[in-house]
């Protein structure tokens, strides 16, 4: 009965109406960030910045391509869907300073499944110092789907994109690679487990840091800061959503280059190593395919080596070549293979 | 068999994977706004407005919620889809100078069936002078979703919000209204016809014009223009998405004022009238609830009357009052009723 009666309390979408729904899902977000004149309740938001480069990125995820809410919980979603976004400008080393959020759901979600999301949603606007100035709300006929567009801001001169890689220069990453994909992985076997037996209570606490990877991972802004911090400015840049391969590949081709990447060099945490030995799978290919890391690849002038040698947190795993046609994995046996990707096809 | 063929040499979508499609569907879109530096292509677009505010509005349109491919040709929806953004900005008295455009589909659509929404989408593009900078493709499990997120900007001083309308000042209304809404009404009545009889060819000819208001509408970027060539800031504005009901009440909400609106002021066009006769409908009621005209309604202070007068396109409507609770529409046998509107519900 007590299931009853809560679920009673809960506010069916369908008593509010669009007004209603944005006005209580956006009434706790504030406006901080000194880019914002103004923000959610006009037909457009009004953004100020002054001298700056403007930069913007859009995203949709749709409910059973790029999510299962089976095992993803909505305040994680809401947060990661962010987080998402945010990557894609702090890879251009800019900041980012707004998001617009727009989202389409069936009748099956209630206002507080919907809060919930936005919960996780205003948690990643605290933490990364944006604010939300706009969106839109509306029903689907089925699932869930999500769509944000960030705002970021640099100085025309600090901007790093895909194409500036050159010769000789040094292909660093941030973190470590894989662990979102195996945190994935994980989540979808316990999901058939308790398919066959929801009784049984999972013990996870082996894969805390796989599952935070893949449930709350954190876009790299601490990255970006010490760039500026060192005078860095990336010759090139790209975030990891598809994967190693598809993102080194992305930087080569756009800055018509080739490279070697050495697979003894790239990031795996002890985490990883033990669930591929469990899953029986290799840790150099789940780092390299596996996406959803949100870390930062970039390329580096070999001056820049010094400033970066001392930070734990970045990891130099090869340099770029003259050769556009030569983008190569050079294997722990000192083998070369040349690296291949299909990007993330989502069709 | 020719129609087999045809069939034959479409592409589905699952052929290509995500950044194909992504260049298949851009390809054709140029570069042209002064205020873009970099568009498709890497993590984020890269745009500078100089000293100008930046305006930014966002938008999502589901499939069976907001459009019907049985009556909504997949180009015109393009175009719409676009235009109806648009109009968010220009109803801030801002100009658009680039678009983001993100669109999730099921995998009954093939690449031409794409590529005609985006015919529509460079086709709006193209007239209005807006830049496509980003977007997104990917899957869905149902239906066509489209996200479009608008960038403009303005002076600050020139911006109208919807908070500005003062005592006296006269609500002006561009366009005719109720037009759009029933084109809708006609498609649907054409499609039931369909339905039942698939050989009977209709004659819409008498339906013109109020199909073209519903199916390829456009955003008044000439009104704003008219403002800047007069002179004219209105104190406040807001575009008809919704019906003029909803949106006066917007603008006096906001403004914190009430307003007396004549029912023999408000702009018909004579195939609304010819419609509402056939469809026995008052056409006062569709004119002040049906949706989707994107015209413009502002106030301007009284001082401006002379400079809009001569204009055949704008129309006065009323004018501002002080007691916000008093929201009325003045009919043609001179009764005050209190306006009312739930907004657009689509839930």
Redesign the interface.
């Known amino acids: 009965m007590e299931g009853k009666d809560k679920k009673k309390d809960l506010t069916p979408?369908?008593e509010?109406?669009?007004?209603k729904?944005i006005e209580e899902l956006t009434k706790t977000f504030e406006i901080k960030s000194e880019f914002t004149?103004?923000g959610v309740?006009?037909?457009?938001?009004?953004?100020?910045?002054k001298?700056q480069?403007?930069?913007?990125?859009?995203?949709?995820?749709?409910?059973?391509?790029?999510f299962d809410l089976a095992y993803t919980p909505l305040k994680h979603l809401g947060y990661k869907a962010v987080v998402s976004n945010l990557s894609?400008?702090f890879?251009?080393n800019?900041n980012c300073s707004?998001i617009?959020v727009?989202?389409?759901l069936s009748?099956r979600f209630t206002l507080e499944s919907i809060e919930e999301l936005y919960l996780g949603i205003r948690a990643a606007c605290k933490k990364f110092n944006v604010d939300l100035?706009?969106?839109?709300t509306?029903?689907?006929?089925?699932?869930l789907?999500i769509?944000i567009?960030?705002?970021?801001h640099a100085k025309?001169k600090l901007?790093s994109?895909?194409?500036g890689a050159k010769l000789n220069d040094l292909v660093v990453v941030s973190g470590d690679l894989g662990s979102a994909y195996m945190g994935l992985q994980i989540l979808k076997r316990e999901n058939e487990v308790f398919k066959v037996n929801p009784n049984n209570q999972p013990d996870l606490s082996n894969y805390t840091y796989l599952l935070q990877r893949q449930l709350k991972p954190d876009a790299r802004k601490d990255v970006i800061e010490f760039f500026e911090k060192n005078k860095i400015i990336p010759t090139s840049m790209?975030?990891i959503s598809d994967g190693l391969s598809s993102e080194i590949l992305h930087i080569c081709k756009?800055s018509n280059v080739g490279c070697n990447i050495y697979e003894d060099k790239i990031p795996v945490s002890e985490e990883l190593k033990a669930a591929c030995e469990e899953f029986k799978l290799h840790s150099t290919t789940v780092a390299m395919g596996g996406g959803e890391d949100y870390e930062l690849l970039f390329t580096i002038d070999q001056k820049d080596f010094d400033k970066i040698k001392s930070s734990p947190d970045l990891t130099v795993i090869g340099h770029i070549t003259q050769d556009s046609e030569s983008i190569n994995l050079i294997t722990k046996a000192e083998q070369s293979v040349p690296i291949t990707s299909?990007?993330?096809?989502?069709?």
């Open positions: 979408i369908s509010l109406g669009e007004f729904l004149d103004m309740g006009d037909d457009a938001a009004i953004l100020d910045f001298k480069k403007v930069l913007i990125s859009t995203d949709m995820l749709v409910e059973g391509v790029h894609d400008i890879s251009m800019a707004q617009t727009s989202v389409a009748n100035v706009g969106g839109d509306t029903s689907s006929n089925k699932g789907i769509s567009t960030a705002i970021g025309e901007i994109k895909r194409n790209i975030d756009n299909q990007g993330w096809k989502s069709f």
